[in-house]
């Protein structure tokens, strides 16, 4: 079965500053993966994801990410982060094949605040 | 606008009681899931159907908790009896997957939530 760590669970920055969000999966196949992103009293939304081609793939509101496959990872960055991008972020790798074909496995989540 | 429709959004009962929530999933959708979501457990898989077939249940308390799809716009999720330890918000989640197509599996679609409360 697959796992995920998000190694950050609450980060705490001020406006403009930078945001890098740790997050590793284990899985020997080939994964799909995805940030999803909850704002406060929402719903989780897609962030970005990655399916194949450029490791570094751009998402909405300024927010990457790069997927490093021997390293397992998919941190999640923003060059300068607003007051309105706190919210809960989520990693989650999906296996693209198998019995657990399209099933999500979520991480435990790195609250992030952002000061004004 | 295509979106998953949860119903109901808030539920306040009392303990013992039986609760129904319900999921439309966004049509042409043949993935749901259900989760559960808690300050101390985070997103927890429930369930989750492809093709209104259950594929994996082992996240719920079998003795307590049901999920069914009777037919492909209905998802339901289903405690009898609750007890205070299921006050949560409750999400559904509607998804296609395609077997062999990468670019398209596993995009989540996520409805509002239903907040269970019991007492």
């Known amino acids: 079965a697959q796992s995920v760590s998000q190694h950050n669970h609450h980060v705490i920055l001020s406006e403009a500053a930078s945001l890098e969000l740790g997050c590793n999966y284990s899985?020997?196949?080939?994964?799909?993966l995805f940030w999803y992103v909850q704002y406060p009293g929402q719903h989780l939304q897609l962030l970005l994801k990655y399916f194949s081609g450029d490791p570094l793939v751009k998402g909405i509101k300024g927010f990457e990410a790069e997927f490093i496959k021997s390293k397992f990872s998919f941190n999640l960055r923003k060059p300068s982060v607003q007051w309105s991008d706190t919210a809960e972020y989520f990693c989650?790798?999906?296996?693209?094949?198998?019995?657990?074909?399209?099933?999500?496995?979520f991480g435990r989540g790195t609250q992030l605040t952002v000061w004004p | 606008d295509a979106r998953v429709t949860q119903t109901p959004r808030h539920k306040v009962t009392e303990m013992g009681q039986e609760v129904t929530m319900r999921c439309q999933p966004i049509l042409g959708h043949n993935t749901v899931f259900w989760y559960r979501q808690t300050m101390m457990q985070g997103l927890e898989l429930l369930a989750y159907?492809?093709?209104?077939?259950?594929?994996?249940d082992s996240g719920m308390p079998k003795d307590r908790f049901s999920a069914e799809m009777p037919d492909a716009t209905l998802a339901t999720l289903k405690i009898q009896p609750s007890e205070p330890r299921d006050s949560a918000v409750y999400f559904c989640?509607?998804?296609?997957?395609?077997?062999?197509?990468?670019?398209?599996?596993?995009?989540?679609?996520f409805g509002e939530g239903s907040r269970l409360t019991v007492l």
């Open positions: 989650a790798p999906v296996a693209d094949r198998g019995s657990t074909l399209g099933r999500l496995y």
């Open positions: 989640a509607s998804g296609l997957v395609v077997v062999g197509d990468r670019g398209r599996s596993g995009e989540l679609f």
């Open positions: 159907f492809r093709n209104r077939a259950p594929l994996d």
């Open positions: 899985y020997g196949g080939t994964v799909n």
